[in-house]
């Protein structure tokens, strides 16, 4: 009975959490490895694309909410997605018509088209801020729970409840479809296999008649969609807040690099591992150590091993050592 | 004697706005045959090549494919006017599968495929056995067979290879002369590099010697061969 | 026109507008704008030893800056003997131990034999130091907080002369470089940028909460000053009549004298790091970075180790900013975790670097001003120009009240246009390298 107590506090608080975050970091890190394989160069502003993406939706979903649409129980944000996705795509493409294709027809240096992309985050970042403030925004509605605590330890009759927040599922469900999807596109479709050979050799993919700019124009559609997604999950989940989403940037590189930059796979799985040490080192394992162990070993303080503040340290804690044992990442990545 | 099939003629030019690495070279191939550019090092011999598939600036001289002048055209779009290109390195997809390497040499083709491609499993039949496998996995021998399947994708006119055996074992070398062989009595033409100056005029129609740059030997391969002078200077008496 | 004359006009011109603002807004604001635009200088300096010369990407700047303020904290601030009696000594030692347990974990990595027993055997040893660590420094830290948490709260500093933090920033700066760079330097240079990015989120994350070093976001104010204080400059006679002189009463003198002292200070820095590193640019160890910058392979292929060279530049350039970030929270009086924004100031050197010219300091310099006058004015100078551009609509419109909230938002928005026009239209700068 302690260890079923045990595991459904660690699922609660460590488990469903991390699956649900790791997902929203999964997208994101999806988004960045991509550019990197088949633009190859760093996007520092994937966060702030991100951060752009769900300041449309969110203004959408005030503007449904306003007019009495709802979807109830999913969240009004769900509709407000297809047209953010296309606003955020318009974005991109004019960012790449005006900006970096210059840089790419010059073949510059990848060092080179990363402060350019700094540029770019300031101006997403500006624009967003311009926008919609600095501030905390909650756009979330719909049915709160799938499961709630109450509710579970009612039918079960345990002491400890198992809440599954309806953002947590969507995330999932949405993240499984959408990389279910990316992966078919990628492998399956002419298209999607002309861009993994670009990506692999851009000059024998030129000899092969495949259009350059026809793969960046679908890269960039693709990040679109990703980046909106990613953001609006993590929003619905969470909240939204410009600077939130520019810290996320470490994470996301984070989980990218240590899958190996430019391997799709690899994203998602760097993903959730970095989720899941996140959240295990700035968790307080009182509660589940107090189930699990016997009395006599049971903790007196809160045993948590960071504040929770220091959670980005931990991913750039993970992304050092992958630096400095396994630099190509856990499966191989592009080298530049 | 009928107008080759594909001539570069008199062709003076470099790389970008460099000093000119050709001077007043010709390189033709007849319809179905074999022609081999062989030569010692720095002879330009690759870039006679390159020169033909346009991937240079020919400062005077033109090329012409059954008749007609494609000097302004880019590599693509001699590509599409039925020219196949393997370069001789990086010339494989090596994070994609075999049979996606040959879907992607078929990328221009608007039309079936599935023909073409069973025609170079016929041609190469390990790659058959090793469709699925990720190319770069391969041996260097069969690597060199997906780089040419890939070109041969395209049901190319003439295809050119450059040094297409550097870095195979001799048997290996004499399987892939042997496919190159194949390909040509389906009807190709071939123009091919090499470095095995003499294994490659044994099986080539036409052999063009250059010497900095410029012709300097010009006839059979058999006539090559035979000549003093060439086997002295190239192929080691 | 020659390099040098167009380098002295742009100068003059960047003179010209610190003295227009002195002029039209007032001299206080214009010497506010001169001391930052120092500050920004040597920042912009320490980035430009690191990009322009060596080509390393630091995008962490703000982490080195902070360490910079810590260091005066740690140095002028008085010694709260209370604090040091409740835990002091315990926090030493736990500390200690941390450091014991990374370095002997290090040693273990080199020293063990390479089989799969290795690392299990390093990863427990590490729990075990860090379980000990923590059992040690959690009860000194919690008592060290709790002694008069209002005011104090924390250890204090060691009482010296706030001067000597400006050297030891640099100290602590290069300190955490040579750790940065030991694992960074020598992979991509993207990873070297998220490495640097990742490593001041950390030590800005380490300011804000570690209460008993930093006061964590309760701040510490009244740093110790080099300069008098305006307080006693009025009360001052001698001063006084010498203000009156001038047709100045003795506020505005106070407060004009202590900026001038201020900005006299920072240019006197300024002058002895610029004049260091014209030195070393010219010199033959210069040339030879450069070279390694323009053609690594060529210069690797000559026996040049590449790593430890870029390592040297990393950390120079890392001090420098650490010296910089110590005079600015001097300048401050005070230490803010909370304003340490990666966004606003990595940001703003960069541009400051790329605009000025990356791989000449002097650019790099001019740079640091003319930017650092542009973020300072764009917000007046938007907000005027918003003003003007919705005067015709009803003053309680909300999109105008939305626009003249959001004017603050607009530096961002300027800035990177700014960044991107420059890096397209003038990527090598006002004054380019020679």
């Known amino acids: 009975m302690e260890i079923l107590h045990a595991l459904i506090v660690l699922s609660n608080f460590v488990i469903i959490p991390a699956i649900a975050y790791g997902s929203q970091l999964a997208l994101g890190a999806l988004g960045v490895t991509l550019v990197y394989g088949i633009l190859r160069f760093s996007n520092f502003a994937h966060g702030d694309t991100m951060a752009f993406g769900t300041m449309i939706v969110i203004l959408l979903t005030w503007w449904l909410q306003g007019i009495g649409i709802s979807i109830a129980p999913l969240p009004t944000a769900l509709i407000a997605l297809p047209f953010a996705i296309f606003v955020t795509a318009i974005l991109l493409l004019g960012t790449d018509r005006f900006v970096l294709r210059f840089y790419r027809n010059q073949k510059s240096a990848p060092v080179i088209l990363l402060i350019v992309s700094l540029g770019i985050m300031f101006v997403y970042n500006g624009l967003v801020r311009f926008v919609i403030g600095v501030g905390d925004q909650r756009f979330s509605d719909g049915a709160r729970f799938i499961i709630s605590a109450r509710d579970f330890k009612k039918i079960t009759g345990l002491s400890e409840g198992l809440a599954i927040k309806t953002t947590q599922g969507i995330t999932v469900i949405t993240a499984v479809v959408i990389v279910a999807i990316l992966f078919w596109f990628l492998n399956k479709t002419r298209t999607g296999k002309s861009m993994r050979a670009f990506s692999d050799n851009e000059d024998l993919a030129l000899l092969s008649g495949i259009n350059p700019e026809r793969v960046v124009l679908y890269t960039w559609l693709i990040v679109a969609v990703l980046a909106t997604i990613a953001g609006t999950l993590y929003g619905l989940d969470k909240s939204f807040k410009p600077f939130v989403y520019f810290q996320l940037l470490l994470p996301i590189f984070a989980a990218a690099i240590v899958g190996g930059l430019g391997n799709p796979l690899g994203a998602i799985a760097g993903g959730f591992v970095i989720a899941f040490s996140e959240v295990t080192v700035t968790y307080a394992w009182k509660k589940v150590l107090m189930y699990a162990l016997p009395e006599n070993l049971e903790p007196s303080g809160l045993t948590q091993l960071l504040a929770t503040e220091y959670k980005f340290a931990v991913s750039f804690a993970i992304l050092l050592i992958v630096l400095l044992f396994k630099p190509t990442g856990l499966f191989k990545g592009k080298a530049l | 004697m009928s107008e080759p099939f594909l001539v570069g003629e008199a062709m003076t030019g470099g790389y970008g706005n460099g000093p000119d690495i050709l001077h007043d070279c010709t390189v033709a191939v007849e319809p179905g045959e074999i022609a081999v550019i062989v030569g010692p090092n720095g002879a330009g011999k690759s870039t006679a090549m390159k020169a033909i598939f346009g991937m240079l600036n020919l400062g005077s001289g033109n090329v012409k494919l059954n008749g007609e002048d494609i000097s302004a055209l880019t590599p693509q779009d001699r590509v599409l006017k039925g020219m196949g290109f393997v370069p001789q390195n990086q010339n494989i997809f090596t994070s994609m599968t075999v049979q996606e390497n040959l879907e992607m040499g078929a990328f221009i083709r608007t039309d079936d495929f599935s023909g073409t491609m069973e025609q170079v499993f016929d041609l190469f039949p390990i790659l058959l056995e090793k469709r699925n496998q990720s190319a770069g996995e391969l041996s260097g021998g069969q690597r060199q067979q997906v780089a040419v399947g890939r070109a041969l994708m395209t049901k190319p006119s003439v295809l050119m290879l450059d040094e297409p055996t550097a870095g195979v074992s001799p048997i290996v070398m004499d399987e892939l002369f042997d496919r190159i062989i194949e390909v040509a009595k389906s009807g190709i033409s071939i123009l091919m590099v090499e470095q095995n100056a003499r294994q490659a005029l044994e099986i080539a129609h036409k052999g063009f010697v250059l010497v900095q740059g410029r012709n300097a030997y010009t006839g059979t391969g058999k006539d090559l061969l035979a000549d003093k002078e060439v086997r002295k200077s190239f192929l080691g008496g | ?434």
């Open chain 3, 1 to 434: 026109m020659s390099e040098l004359l167009k380098t002295y006009l742009l100068f003059a011109f960047v003179a010209f507008l610190i003295i227009i603002t002195g002029v039209i807004q007032s001299w206080n604001a214009a010497l506010f704008i001169l001391n930052m635009g120092l500050i920004s200088a040597v920042m912009s300096l320490g980035v430009n030893l690191q990009w322009g010369i060596a080509g390393l990407l630091n995008v962490g700047i703000m982490g080195f800056v902070a360490l910079g303020g810590l260091a005066t904290v740690l140095i002028s601030m008085p010694p709260l003997t209370d604090a040091w009696a409740a835990g002091g000594p315990r926090i030493i030692l736990g500390l200690g131990i941390g450091g014991i347990t990374i370095a002997c974990a290090i040693l273990m990595f080199q020293k063990l034999p390479n089989t799969k027993w290795r690392f299990p055997v390093i990863a427990i040893f590490i729990v075990f130091g860090f379980v000990l660590y923590r059992s040690v420094l959690r009860p000194a830290v919690i008592a060290v907080e709790a002694v008069n948490p209002a005011a104090e709260g924390y250890l204090g500093g060691l009482g010296l002369p706030v001067i000597m933090a400006w050297p030891v920033g640099g100290l602590m700066a290069a300190g955490a470089a040579w750790i940065i760079g030991k694992t960074a330097l020598g992979l991509r240079s993207d990873y070297l940028a998220i490495a640097t990015l990742g490593i001041s989120e950390i030590i800005i994350a380490i300011l804000k909460n570690e209460d008993w070093m930093t006061r964590g976001v309760k701040n510490v104010v009244g740093i110790p000053r080099p300069v008098p204080y305006e307080i006693d400059l009025q009360a001052n006679e001698t001063f006084v009549e010498r203000a009156a002189s001038f047709g100045l009463d003795p506020t505005t003198a106070s407060t004009l004298f202590v900026k001038i002292a201020y900005a006299g200070l920072f240019g006197l820095v300024l002058f002895i790091l610029v004049w260091l590193s014209q030195r070393a640019l010219n010199s033959p160890w210069g040339r030879m970075m450069r070279a390694i910058r323009d053609n690594e392979i060529a210069a690797q292929a000559m026996g040049k180790d590449i790593k430890a060279r870029h390592l040297q530049i990393f950390i120079l350039g890392s001090a420098v900013c650490g010296v910089a970030g110590a005079m600015m929270t001097t300048l401050d009086a005070q230490l803010t975790p909370g304003a340490y924004q990666p966004l606003r100031f990595t940001f703003l050197i960069w541009v400051m670097v790329i605009v000025g010219g990356s791989g000449n300091n002097l650019g790099a310099i001019l740079g640091g001003f003319l930017v650092w006058f542009l973020w300072v004015q764009v917000e007046p100078i938007g907000y005027w120009l918003v003003d003007l551009i919705t005067a015709p609509m009803d003053p309680e419109s909300p999109v105008r009240l939305h626009l003249l909230d959001s004017v603050a938002q607009m530096r961002l928005l300027t800035m990177g246009l700014f960044l991107l026009l420059m890096l397209r239209f003038y990527p090598r700068g006002m004054i380019p390298e020679k």
